[in-house]
């Protein structure tokens, strides 16, 4: 299961678990990504909290925590190839995997169509 929220960032949720990117809209809205500061791993947020920062030719943006959670993993092939986060949103450019504190906080999030409607208005 895929959800979005509304700063753009993607979270597919993987048993008590889930992988943490940023979607094709904030990826095109940015322009080609050339530095990704990575969340350490072992490190808690709350939902919402800036968990890393993604740098691109045009601007930097922060990349939210979608839900409260332990950072369990960060993708190191992201921060040696930020590229990935242009070319593979969805795929091999994933910021960050999380264990989720709180499941129930994911059912707030956006769905595709929901997000869909969202970044295009």
Same mark, same amino acid.
């Given at each position: ?16 678990? %889930?992988?943490? *990117? ?6 095109? %809205? ?12 072992? !490190?808690? @947020? ?5 968990? *890393?920062?993604?740098?691109?030719? !045009?601007?930097? %943006?922060? +990349?939210?925590?979608? +839900?409260?959670?332990?950072?369990? =993993? ?17 795929? !091999?450019?994933? @910021? @960050?995997?999380?264990?989720? %504190?709180?499941?129930? =906080? ?10 869909? !409607?969202?970044?295009?208005?």
């Amino acid at each position: 299961m895929i959800k979005y929220t509304e700063d753009h960032e993607w979270i597919q949720i993987e048993g008590d678990t %889930a992988v943490v *990117g940023i979607t094709h809209h904030a990826q095109d %809205a940015l322009g080609d990504v050339v530095f990704v500061d990575l969340p350490e791993v072992g !490190k808690s @947020f709350a939902q919402k909290d800036v968990a *890393g920062v993604v740098e691109s030719v !045009k601007a930097a %943006a922060d +990349v939210y925590m979608p +839900v409260t959670g332990e950072i369990v =993993e960060v993708n190191e092939d992201l921060r040696n190839d930020p590229s990935l986060a242009n070319s593979d949103p969805l795929g !091999k450019g994933w @910021f @960050f995997k999380v264990k989720l %504190a709180q499941p129930a =906080e994911v059912e707030a999030l956006l769905d595709e169509t929901a997000y869909n !409607k969202f970044s295009a208005g």
